[in-house]
């Protein structure tokens, strides 16, 4: 956007470009390191149209052919092979395995079976970049040209002065010592990192020369035939080849959030949607599988997709780019004025050197050296103020780019949504009841007095293989973690909240028979001796998919009384049914069947391969919907950042209806607002006869998404306000990123897969969640929320905000006082007066009484209008624009140079020098050889008493400016609002006030500081000249935010808000 000027590519010189050695996609032999090389020095050296690549068209084309890999979807036919052909590509014996010397030999080929960890930067080189690195650069110059200017005195005076030398020593002590905070601080969030770092080796069962071991999955090489249970880790890519009732999770990868079923059967065309292929790094949950290795390490999908994703570059934050912005402006201010009044003082007389010494001087006063310090602080302490809520900051300009925000692109699972599977509704007794799905237990009941609502829980609770885990008897029913798929788990909290012990419900029913689910049936079952005298010996239950379990039944039990299911009850049924599964949640049926004691006597043997009991004609009790529900704060967070102008997307891998029923339930999809398939079914027309820009709510499928044109998508994100994003791959998901970021929004992305590290690298933000988020994940996020929980990212919106209000306003704070630090070495070169104020006074305000004050703005409460305003935009709203620099230097600047100015004279008059007399009098006055200067009155001045007389103004005009800094601090608290509005409620802002005061008062009084820093007592009645003036500033502020609120969007707001 800037032309980047030579303080800038200096700080480039210290950033590290680092990029992955180009890698064959997912081939089951890794391309050798060797062919990496050679193709990357052939790209380097490859002519187009005889002229040679540079380096930076290389290193695009390379980001760009990585993007375009990571936007593949996954390319693999290993689960379309037969066993045979598994058994002539592998060499792999389905019954030995490998043998141990073949397994040696493949180890040695492709390498160990990890993902290569990505590039770090060397700490001297971190070091290097807090050192050198935007705003310290400009320091290091300003230190540079003091040295010079001391050089330049020392080779052309006897005895010159120490100023410059003190100044350049100073300004490079500050930045080193700033750096080594900066850097203590990147340190910091670097060991929170690697502490999430899983550190526990994992095992691999494997099959080698026909026998099982456990090794290390790091030794797992391709061909190896490998087995996992429920609880195992996939330890690398398999390909099925036997399995028994196994249920792998794919969220990580897929975003799915129901296990997955997984079989030796070719289903499906995609390598992610067939069940015959299990994926590194995902989880086996239940059942056992036995299977072929095709791809280890960083040739699996994971491996891939984590290798692409960290050799993406993400850009300059939103905040270095401002900085680099304000480093321009505040050069451009300095070398121009700097540059005039060189030529100025030749065209008035002064010689060469003397005015090389003036442009450095005016260069170096137009340094805030305390601002670097304040910024850092400012950042730092916001970084606390959000570990605080949960928010851990890797990288402490992230907290700014948060507060920049325009699209936040939200997972659902587990972000949105609590991340545990929770019984929402009921139907029993031909009614629909509400189950309480809050995290407290705080809302709805239902009536739970009805016989049918007895049958329909006790069916739940046996016809249920979940388990507690041991030893939670004080934890919260519904924070005990549970052996057992989502759906089991959250009937068993649903049935021991409402009716106390499951497991005493189980002991009362002994299991003795069950047919586990599977697809086919699509139905569980189990059989149960009743230890209660007076019912039937045997209680069959079954639960499964709604119209199976209807299709098997004859009666439904209404009040606890059996009925005929006829065509009315079963309408009823059907509207039940249609309507849950409308809301997005998983509907599952139930029933019983009392077997009779004539037939089925105590130790009976139940055969469940050859059925020998009933399955036909049972008792249907009712339904229960299950749903993943949405977390109790999100609504509210939601609102703020509809409210704060900023655009919720919700990406997920669920299904389109569960994704809008959840997207209506926060609030993504607001009330009253449509979808094209919502239109159509209200006017009862075809779907494509609806005008996509009469809806304003839009759910688009992935499989949709996959043959959209980049016109097509951006179409969608601009013309519609609520979008979901459903059954997304991870690819589309860095697609749908970039579209963002075309329409020119700051993309903040949340994720917690692997699969979401391209998209968290891409985005401006990346998010990552520290409890369900994997490495890859958090290594490539910017930010990781500690809880895992939307509303976090609200609060970093506000805080992201706010510091990004804060800092304006201990800039403008800061560079106010450049004006009065200015001025007076601008009237000691054009009118020739002695100088008002010396440079080792102006590193006392600078290092001194306004560095406290400065980070005391960081700490300022948001503004009322912090979230309703709309997020600003980055090309026009900057952190220093022309209004700051016309406020602080042209307006409250001035007005503190007056006083500082009107002090000075008052002191001078008062010893006997009346303004008319100071005008030309310089030469003279710095004459060590004169000393009998007559002042207005005729009295006689040595040049001792001279420079008493001098430094006593310097510490006044010094005082002065501390004193129109009170005004200048209290009016920088706010921009719009009123002061009074505010209030004083900022502890370390007042602590702020009587510490630049004290500073100022200890420098004045201090015995000893007449030698040290040149500065000598002052008269009470000398601190009080720059009173009026302090009282103006305040008064004249406070008038300008009266118009601004009077009149929105008019002449003064449109000049003067900054």
């Given at each position: 956007?800037?032309?980047?000027?030579?303080?800038?590519?200096?700080?480039?010189?210290?950033?590290?470009?680092?990029?992955?050695?180009?890698?064959?996609?997912?081939?089951?032999?890794?391309?050798?390191?060797?062919?990496?090389?050679?193709?990357?020095?052939?790209?380097?050296?490859?002519?187009?149209?005889?002229?040679?690549?540079?380096?930076?068209?290389?290193?695009?084309?390379?980001?760009?052919?990585?993007?375009?890999?990571?936007?593949?979807?996954?390319?693999?036919?290993?689960?379309?092979?037969?066993?045979?052909?598994?058994?002539?590509?592998?060499?792999?014996?389905?019954?030995?395995?490998?043998?141990?010397?073949?397994?040696?030999?493949?180890?040695?080929?492709?390498?160990?079976?990890?993902?290569?960890?990505?590039?770090?930067?060397?700490?001297?080189?971190?070091?290097?970049?807090?050192?050198?690195?935007?705003?310290?650069?400009?320091?290091?110059?300003?230190?540079?040209?003091?040295?010079?200017?001391?050089?330049?005195?020392?080779?052309?005076?006897?005895?010159?002065?120490?100023?410059?030398?003190?100044?350049?020593?100073?300004?490079?002590?500050?930045?080193?010592?700033?750096?080594?905070?900066?850097?203590?601080?990147?340190?910091?969030?670097?060991?929170?990192?690697?502490?999430?770092?899983?550190?526990?080796?994992?095992?691999?069962?494997?099959?080698?020369?026909?026998?099982?071991?456990?090794?290390?999955?790091?030794?797992?090489?391709?061909?190896?035939?490998?087995?996992?249970?429920?609880?195992?880790?996939?330890?690398?890519?398999?390909?099925?080849?036997?399995?028994?009732?196994?249920?792998?999770?794919?969220?990580?990868?897929?975003?799915?959030?129901?296990?997955?079923?997984?079989?030796?059967?070719?289903?499906?065309?995609?390598?992610?949607?067939?069940?015959?292929?299990?994926?590194?790094?995902?989880?086996?949950?239940?059942?056992?599988?036995?299977?072929?290795?095709?791809?280890?390490?960083?040739?699996?999908?994971?491996?891939?997709?984590?290798?692409?994703?960290?050799?993406?570059?993400?850009?300059?934050?939103?905040?270095?780019?401002?900085?680099?912005?304000?480093?321009?402006?505040?050069?451009?201010?300095?070398?121009?004025?700097?540059?005039?009044?060189?030529?100025?003082?030749?065209?008035?007389?002064?010689?060469?050197?003397?005015?090389?010494?003036?442009?450095?001087?005016?260069?170096?006063?137009?340094?805030?050296?305390?601002?670097?310090?304040?910024?850092?602080?400012?950042?730092?302490?916001?970084?606390?103020?959000?570990?605080?809520?949960?928010?851990?900051?890797?990288?402490?300009?992230?907290?700014?780019?948060?507060?920049?925000?325009?699209?936040?692109?939200?997972?659902?699972?587990?972000?949105?949504?609590?991340?545990?599977?929770?019984?929402?509704?009921?139907?029993?007794?031909?009614?629909?009841?509400?189950?309480?799905?809050?995290?407290?237990?705080?809302?709805?009941?239902?009536?739970?007095?009805?016989?049918?609502?007895?049958?329909?829980?006790?069916?739940?609770?046996?016809?249920?293989?979940?388990?507690?885990?041991?030893?939670?008897?004080?934890?919260?029913?519904?924070?005990?973690?549970?052996?057992?798929?989502?759906?089991?788990?959250?009937?068993?909290?649903?049935?021991?909240?409402?009716?106390?012990?499951?497991?005493?419900?189980?002991?009362?029913?002994?299991?003795?028979?069950?047919?586990?689910?599977?697809?086919?049936?699509?139905?569980?079952?189990?059989?149960?001796l009743n230890k209660n005298e007076g019912e039937s010996k045997h209680l069959l239950v079954m639960k499964g998919a709604p119209e199976r379990i209807l299709d098997r039944c004859s009666t439904i039990l209404i009040q606890g009384k059996e009925q005929p299911l006829d065509d009315e009850m079963k309408d009823s049924f059907q509207n039940a049914y249609m309507e849950l599964g409308g809301l997005g949640e998983r509907v599952l049926g139930f029933c019983h069947f009392q077997l009779p004691d004539d037939q089925f006597a105590e130790g009976f043997q139940f055969d469940c391969e050859e059925v020998n009991f009933p399955t036909e004609n049972l008792c249907f009790v009712g339904l229960m919907s299950m749903i993943d529900p949405p977390r109790a704060a999100v609504p509210d967070a939601v609102g703020k950042c509809r409210s704060a102008g900023i655009k919720v997307i919700m990406v997920t891998g669920d299904h389109p209806i569960t994704a809008k029923a959840i997207a209506k339930g926060v609030g993504i999809i607001s009330e009253g607002n449509e979808t094209v398939e919502d239109i159509a079914a209200r006017l009862n027309i075809p779907v494509n006869e609806v005008d996509p820009r009469d809806a304003k709510a839009c759910v688009v499928h992935g499989g949709d998404l996959k043959d959209l044109s980049a016109e097509q998508l951006d179409d969608i994100l601009k013309y519609h306000t609520e979008i979901v994003f459903a059954r997304t791959s991870p690819q589309q998901k860095l697609i749908i990123v970039e579209g963002c970021q075309r329409q020119g929004a700051i993309v903040a992305v949340t994720g917690d897969g692997v699969n979401d590290s391209p998209a968290l690298k891409k985005a401006d933000i990346g998010v990552a969640m520290g409890i369900s988020g994997s490495d890859v994940s958090k290594q490539a996020a910017d930010m990781i929320l500690l809880d895992d929980n939307f509303a976090s990212i609200v609060t970093g919106v506000e805080e992201g905000r706010l510091i990004f209000d804060n800092l304006k306003k201990s800039i403008a704070y800061t560079l106010t006082s450049n004006i009065p630090e200015i001025t007076p070495f601008l009237f000691?070169?054009?009118?020739?007066?002695?100088?008002?104020?010396?440079?080792?006074?102006?590193?006392?305000?600078?290092?001194?009484?306004?560095?406290?004050?400065?980070?005391?703005?960081?700490?300022?409460?948001?503004?009322?209008?912090?979230?309703?305003?709309?997020?600003?935009?980055?090309?026009?709203?900057?952190?220093?624009?022309?209004?700051?620099?016309?406020?602080?230097?042209?307006?409250?600047?001035?007005?503190?140079?007056?006083?500082?100015?009107?002090?000075?004279?008052?002191?001078?008059?008062?010893?006997?020098?009346?303004?008319?007399?100071?005008?030309?009098?310089?030469?003279?006055?710095?004459?060590?050889?004169?000393?009998?200067?007559?002042?207005?009155?005729?009295?006689?001045?040595?040049?001792?008493?001279?420079?008493?007389?001098?430094?006593?103004?310097?510490?006044?005009?010094?005082?002065?400016?501390?004193?129109?800094?009170?005004?200048?601090?209290?009016?920088?608290?706010?921009?719009?609002?009123?002061?009074?509005?505010?209030?004083?409620?900022?502890?370390?802002?007042?602590?702020?006030?009587?510490?630049?005061?004290?500073?100022?008062?200890?420098?004045?009084?201090?015995?000893?500081?007449?030698?040290?820093?040149?500065?000598?007592?002052?008269?009470?009645?000398?601190?009080?000249?720059?009173?009026?003036?302090?009282?103006?500033?305040?008064?004249?502020?406070?008038?300008?935010?009266?118009?601004?609120?009077?009149?929105?969007?008019?002449?003064?707001?449109?000049?003067?808000?900054?």
């Amino acid at each position: 956007m800037y032309k980047h000027s030579s303080l800038c590519s200096l700080q480039q010189l210290f950033v590290i470009l680092f990029s992955f050695k180009g890698a064959g996609f997912l081939s089951n032999q890794p391309t050798s390191e060797k062919k990496g090389k050679d193709d990357y020095k052939l790209a380097a050296t490859s002519e187009d149209n005889g002229n040679k690549k540079s380096k930076k068209e290389v290193k695009k084309a390379k980001e760009k052919k990585d993007m375009d890999d990571l936007k593949k979807e996954v390319d693999l036919d290993d689960h379309k092979l037969t066993l045979d052909e598994l058994h002539k590509k592998y060499g792999t014996d389905l019954a030995r395995g490998l043998s141990s010397a073949r397994a040696k030999e493949i180890l040695l080929r492709d390498g160990p079976n990890t993902l290569t960890p990505p590039p770090t930067t060397p700490e001297w080189v971190k070091f290097c970049r807090q050192l050198f690195g935007g705003f310290s650069m400009l320091l290091w110059i300003g230190a540079m040209l003091c040295f010079l200017a001391y050089g330049i005195q020392a080779a052309s005076e006897d005895e010159p002065a120490n100023d410059n030398l003190y100044l350049g020593v100073v300004l490079s002590v500050v930045v080193i010592v700033t750096g080594c905070f900066s850097y203590y601080q990147e340190a910091k969030s670097s060991k929170i990192m690697d502490s999430f770092k899983n550190l526990v080796p994992q095992q691999a069962l494997v099959v080698r020369d026909g026998e099982k071991k456990n090794i290390n999955a790091e030794e797992v090489v391709v061909g190896d035939l490998v087995e996992v249970k429920g609880g195992d880790r996939i330890p690398a890519d398999l390909r099925i080849v036997s399995a028994s009732g196994c249920k792998v999770d794919n969220s990580s990868l897929t975003g799915e959030s129901e296990p997955q079923t997984r079989t030796p059967d070719f289903s499906n065309d995609n390598p992610l949607e067939t069940r015959n292929i299990a994926f590194f790094s995902t989880n086996c949950v239940e059942g056992t599988a036995r299977g072929i290795v095709i791809n280890t390490g960083d040739h699996t999908v994971m491996g891939r997709i984590a290798t692409l994703a960290t050799s993406l570059e993400g850009g300059k934050t939103p905040i270095a780019k401002e900085i680099e912005h304000f480093i321009h402006i505040i050069t451009g201010v300095a070398v121009f004025l700097g540059v005039s009044f060189f030529v100025l003082s030749l065209i008035l007389g002064y010689g060469w050197l003397e005015a090389v010494i003036f442009l450095i001087g005016i260069i170096v006063a137009n340094v805030p050296e305390g601002l670097l310090a304040t910024v850092t602080v400012c950042l730092t302490l916001t970084a606390k103020r959000m570990a605080k809520k949960n928010c851990l900051v890797k990288n402490l300009e992230a907290v700014e780019t948060l507060g920049s925000t325009s699209t936040i692109c939200s997972d659902k699972t587990g972000t949105l949504t609590q991340n545990r599977m929770t019984v929402a509704h009921m139907w029993f007794d031909n009614q629909i009841h509400e189950a309480d799905t809050t995290e407290n237990q705080s809302g709805t009941s239902f009536d739970r007095s009805s016989a049918t609502w007895a049958a329909l829980a006790r069916v739940a609770g046996l016809c249920n293989r979940a388990v507690f885990l041991a030893e939670q008897s004080g934890i919260p029913i519904l924070k005990r973690d549970v052996a057992g798929d989502a759906s089991e788990s959250a009937l068993l909290k649903c049935i021991e909240l409402c009716c106390g012990s499951v497991q005493g419900m189980r002991d009362q029913y002994t299991k003795v028979a069950e047919i586990p689910f599977n697809s086919t049936n699509k139905y569980q079952l189990s059989v149960h001796l009743n230890k209660n005298e007076g019912e039937s010996k045997h209680l069959l239950v079954m639960k499964g998919a709604p119209e199976r379990i209807l299709d098997r039944c004859s009666t439904i039990l209404i009040q606890g009384k059996e009925q005929p299911l006829d065509d009315e009850m079963k309408d009823s049924f059907q509207n039940a049914y249609m309507e849950l599964g409308g809301l997005g949640e998983r509907v599952l049926g139930f029933c019983h069947f009392q077997l009779p004691d004539d037939q089925f006597a105590e130790g009976f043997q139940f055969d469940c391969e050859e059925v020998n009991f009933p399955t036909e004609n049972l008792c249907f009790v009712g339904l229960m919907s299950m749903i993943d529900p949405p977390r109790a704060a999100v609504p509210d967070a939601v609102g703020k950042c509809r409210s704060a102008g900023i655009k919720v997307i919700m990406v997920t891998g669920d299904h389109p209806i569960t994704a809008k029923a959840i997207a209506k339930g926060v609030g993504i999809i607001s009330e009253g607002n449509e979808t094209v398939e919502d239109i159509a079914a209200r006017l009862n027309i075809p779907v494509n006869e609806v005008d996509p820009r009469d809806a304003k709510a839009c759910v688009v499928h992935g499989g949709d998404l996959k043959d959209l044109s980049a016109e097509q998508l951006d179409d969608i994100l601009k013309y519609h306000t609520e979008i979901v994003f459903a059954r997304t791959s991870p690819q589309q998901k860095l697609i749908i990123v970039e579209g963002c970021q075309r329409q020119g929004a700051i993309v903040a992305v949340t994720g917690d897969g692997v699969n979401d590290s391209p998209a968290l690298k891409k985005a401006d933000i990346g998010v990552a969640m520290g409890i369900s988020g994997s490495d890859v994940s958090k290594q490539a996020a910017d930010m990781i929320l500690l809880d895992d929980n939307f509303a976090s990212i609200v609060t970093g919106v506000e805080e992201g905000r706010l510091i990004f209000d804060n800092l304006k306003k201990s800039i403008a704070y800061t560079l106010t006082s450049n004006i009065p630090e200015i001025t007076p070495f601008l009237f000691f070169i054009i009118a020739n007066i002695p100088l008002p104020l010396g440079t080792v006074t102006i590193l006392c305000i600078d290092l001194g009484t306004d560095m406290v004050p400065a980070i005391s703005l960081a700490y300022e409460a948001a503004e009322s209008d912090i979230m309703k305003r709309q997020p600003r935009n980055s090309k026009t709203d900057k952190l220093v624009n022309e209004r700051l620099i016309s406020i602080a230097y042209g307006q409250i600047g001035m007005i503190q140079a007056l006083a500082g100015f009107f002090t000075y004279f008052v002191i001078l008059a008062e010893n006997g020098f009346l303004p008319s007399r100071l005008l030309g009098i310089r030469v003279d006055w710095d004459n060590k050889f004169c000393n009998d200067l007559e002042d207005s009155y005729g009295q006689q001045w040595t040049y001792e008493q001279r420079k008493i007389v001098e430094f006593t103004c310097h510490t006044a005009f010094f005082a002065s400016i501390v004193v129109v800094q009170w005004a200048d601090l209290i009016i920088c608290k706010t921009r719009r609002n009123s002061v009074f509005q505010q209030g004083m409620r900022n502890k370390i802002l007042i602590f702020g006030l009587f510490e630049e005061t004290a500073l100022a008062a200890f420098l004045s009084y201090c015995p000893g500081m007449g030698i040290a820093l040149r500065m000598y007592p002052l008269k009470p009645s000398w601190w009080f000249c720059a009173f009026p003036y302090s009282l103006l500033i305040f008064i004249y502020d406070e008038i300008r935010k009266l118009i601004i609120r009077r009149s929105p969007g008019g002449w003064v707001e449109r000049e003067t808000y900054y």
